[in-house]
């Protein structure tokens, strides 16, 4: 049930609780949020400047890999510098306009980044399974239509979310017992029966989650079979190499968002909960420039050939 009754908005703010239970660790945790902050702000900031600027790596794959590292760089930033300030300092507060727009863009990019690596998976399935159609399936236009298909249905879909989270009264309770402002965590303090909100979350949780990784799982099957047939050791650690980091970025990222949005509400997962959720908020981001890069040798050899022009320079 939605009612626009009396809300929070008409109190101005919320309190972001953190880690009430162990106070003493805040301090802590942030400089640990700090350190994966930086990493993902320095690690996906060097994707994107590298895939610009090295020829090389202008192809689908990085155009998709830019994608993703510029959006790990919004979803980050729209939850953890709110985050750090309620960490390190004595004000927990947040306005509950500012919590409403944190909503939203932390909705929209996860939702996005569920398709993107749908998109990616898609890819990674034409270049395997498809090589001689590659070129032609994935032509550049084509490439800018599924990046905003993507970007277009994740701000979508977080408009219906965080509209019927926006009306839900909240009757006076104002302490939020997370890191951040999360849907779940909203409907708790709600005061009359949400389960309208949450059976919408649960299908659209579904069509955004459940069936982007039936789609990947499906991409990495057909995958598995070319691969099989494959004669060439060097064709293969070169599957093995991007497709394997692509599922490991898959698992990291769906794995996580599963025990959050699609589990039932119960106040024994309360802690679990947005414990995992700042796993996947503050952990993923800062993991996948790393993942990508690590045994990557296109990327390498860009590192080298940028280095060789400024020396030369």
């Not at 898609?122 to 239509?145: E, G, I, Q, S």
């Not at 589990?263 to 996947?280: C, H, M, T």
């Amino acid at each position: 049930m939605m009612v626009a009754g009396e809300n929070a908005s008409s109190e101005g703010y919320l309190v972001l609780l953190g880690c009430p239970k162990w106070p003493r660790l805040e301090v802590a945790l942030c400089l640990v949020i700090l350190m994966f902050y930086l990493m993902t702000l320095i690690g996906n900031l060097s994707i994107i400047i590298l895939s610009y600027m090295d020829a090389h790596l202008h192809t689908p794959m990085y155009f998709f890999l830019s994608n993703l590292s510029f959006l790990d760089l919004c979803y980050t930033t729209s939850s953890i510098p709110q985050m750090l300030a309620n960490l390190w300092g004595p004000e927990k507060t947040i306005s509950y306009t500012g919590c409403m727009i944190q909503l939203y863009f932390v909705l929209a990019l996860g939702t996005t980044e569920c398709v993107l690596l749908v998109v990616m998976s898609y890819d990674r399935y034409a270049a395997v399974c498809r090589p001689l159609h590659y070129a032609v399936l994935m032509n550049p236009r084509f490439c800018h239509l599924l990046a905003v298909a993507s970007w277009v249905s994740g701000f979508t879909t977080s408009a219906l979310h965080s509209s019927f989270t926006f009306w839900v009264p909240l009757c006076g309770h104002r302490r939020v017992d997370h890191f951040f402002c999360e849907v779940p965590a909203l409907l708790r303090l709600s005061c009359v029966d949400t389960r309208v909100n949450e059976l919408t979350l649960l299908i659209t949780s579904s069509i955004f989650v459940l069936i982007p990784l039936i789609l990947i799982l499906s991409s990495y099957a057909a995958i598995a079979r070319a691969v099989l047939r494959m004669q060439s050791t060097t064709g293969l650690q070169r599957v093995f190499g991007t497709c394997g980091a692509h599922l490991m970025v898959v698992s990291l990222f769906f794995i996580p968002v599963i025990c959050i949005y699609l589990q039932p509400p119960s106040g024994e997962s309360q802690d679990q909960g947005k414990f995992i959720a700042l796993f996947y908020t503050v952990v993923t981001p800062s993991l996948n420039p790393l993942i990508y890069t690590l045994r990557n040798k296109d990327v390498r050899g860009a590192v080298r050939r940028l280095v060789g022009r400024e020396r030369e320079m």
